[in-house]
């Protein structure tokens, strides 16, 4: 057996009930593949119990990865779970030459499909097993976020309208139906919605406009697999901008599974664009970023290229 990882250390933070008890299940199977797939690595496992003690334990690891002087191989972050765990590592290893590895295990799993890891698994271990890593962009908020932060990445999607109040609904409810939750939710959140009264800045320039929703993306999913943002890339140096103006809760029923292929955005309401910068604000308006609650608005979102090595097919 090859020792080429001799001396390299490889921290997998895991929500051990992500996927409603999935990631707990895998757990072992994962790290006997890691231990097969990445021979002499010295591998650490932190099965936490918290957002916080999650949240800690990357930044810990991170820390202590930033010393590493093994430059083939270098120290490296895992984080294995939902969508919750991907933004906690992005934002431990954003700005860092710190390489980080997803392991899907949730029920939504966006980032994972917006930068082309396999939301499988184990297919998505193999990937860290092959070595192979490159950088992408992230996207950076600042504003008055929550936890009294004024900076964080995010690496999928920025929500403030209708689709944010689905995300807020699908976080409120204890029991899960895995991806289908969100289209439930948005279900029960659109018998009383209206359009909302927005307030931006692209790129400088001021739109003010009522739309059922104004999402920017960096990678283009959110709510299990909708493409709020079907042309992102996440090397382009840029932000996706979609709006759906206002329209009838019938006529937005009728868009939501379009948005699982994209087709929706052929419709008449809707219209993308892309910059740079984007300040976000308005009234009535929630604040969410890879599914989970940033703050509140107003909010700049700004593209920060090759800010994330991660670990890719």
Known sequence: MSLEYDGTTFSLVVNPRAGRGKAKALLPTVTAMLLSELPGVNLKVYQTSSFAEARSCCATAVEAAKSSENERHPDSLLVMGGDGMMHLGLNACGGTDVPLGLIPAGS??????GVNVPVQTLGAVAVIGKGKTDTIDLMELTGNLSEQMERRFAGSIFSSGFDARVNARVNRTRWSIGSLSYSYAALAELSAFEPLAYRLLIDGEPLEQ??????????????????????????????????????????????????????????????????????????????????????AVPVRLRAVPNALRVYLP
């Not at 939504?108 to 499909?113: L, T």
């Open 108 to 113: 939504g799993d966006d980032f994972c499909r």
């Open 210 to 295: 009522t739309a059922m929703f104004i999402c920017v993306g960096n990678a283009g999913y959110f709510g299990g697999g909708m493409k709020g943002c079907p042309f992102a890339d996440i090397r382009d140096g840029m932000l996706d901008v979609t709006i759906i103006n206002p329209v009838s809760r019938m006529t937005l029923l009728r868009l939501l599974p379009a948005m699982f292929s994209g087709k929706y955005i052929s419709d008449p309401a809707v219209h993308c664009l892309r910059a740079k910068e984007v300040v976000v604000d308005g009234d009535g308006l929630l604040a969410y970023a890879d599914g989970e609650n940033v703050g």
